[in-house]
């Protein structure tokens, strides 16, 4: 499984695009990038997925340059609803061994 | 759909107690994962169920701890003899299919062996 590395923490303000990279040098061909978001005293919960070049949903973009060694996830205009920690996820469910291993998180506090 | 639902939300027990938590996945989903949630450890995975049947243990700390599926709907994770290190929150996830399906989270149950 493709080892992840996140910043541990960022702040930010209200109003403000905020952008967590994750490093994954060894990410597979066939692995997927994955992002979560958990609040305090909440489980986990999905944020968006991509496999190269550019995702975007009505939360979030993912951004993954070409050669995969990292990506980064890009939340606009962040709120104080938005202080949580981020997860990022590598690996490659189609095999069926995806054990959905989280690394550290971001933690990520915005501020007013 | 409820969502993942586990109970009980929390629980207080004395060291050496049993302690068994409990969790209905989503319906229809044939993947079931059990994590434990420590400020200094993050979220471990402990063990995850497809259809039904244990796949991955390797996470379980030790033997104390057990995990069962006996149908689609149910799951449990059993601790015997608790101890205060097990105090943490548990989460059960669920997911369907086998390529690149996202997870679902229960609210997890926070665990508390004084």
């Known amino acids: 499984l493709a080892k992840t590395t996140q910043p541990i923490s960022m702040d930010s303000y209200e109003g403000q695009e905020v952008n967590i990279t994750c490093s994954h040098n060894?990410?597979?061909?066939?692995?997927?990038i994955t992002w979560y978001q958990q609040f305090p005293s909440q489980g986990p919960r999905f944020i968006i997925q991509?496999?190269?070049t550019k995702v975007t949903n009505e939360v979030a973009s993912l951004f993954i340059p070409a050669d995969r060694k990292s990506s980064t996830l890009s939340l606009p205009r962040v709120s104080l609803s938005d202080t949580a920690v981020y997860y990022c996820?590598?690996?490659?469910?189609?095999?069926?061994?995806?054990?959905?291993?989280f690394g550290t998180g971001t933690r990520l506090k915005v501020l007013a | 759909d409820a969502g993942v639902i586990q109970s009980p939300r929390h629980e207080v027990t004395e060291m050496g107690q049993e302690v068994t938590l409990r969790c209905k996945p989503i319906?229809?989903?044939?993947?079931l994962f059990w994590y434990r949630q420590t400020m200094m450890r993050g979220l471990e995975l402990l063990i995850y169920?497809?259809?039904?049947?244990?796949?991955?243990d390797s996470g379980m700390p030790e033997d104390r701890f057990s995990a069962k599926m006996p149908n689609a709907s149910f799951s449990t994770l059993k601790i015997q003899p608790s101890e205060p290190r097990d105090s943490a929150v548990y989460f059960c996830?669920?997911?369907?299919?086998?390529?690149?399906?996202?997870?679902?989270f229960g609210s997890g149950t926070q665990l508390s062996v004084l």
């Open positions: 060894n990410i597979a061909t066939n692995d997927y």
């Open positions: 996820l590598v690996g490659d469910g189609g095999s069926g061994t995806y054990k959905y291993i």
């Open positions: 169920f497809n259809n039904n049947v244990p796949i991955d």
């Open positions: 991509g496999y190269k």
């Open positions: 996830a669920s997911r369907a299919g086998e390529y690149n399906e996202k997870l679902f």
């Open positions: 319906s229809g989903h044939d993947y």
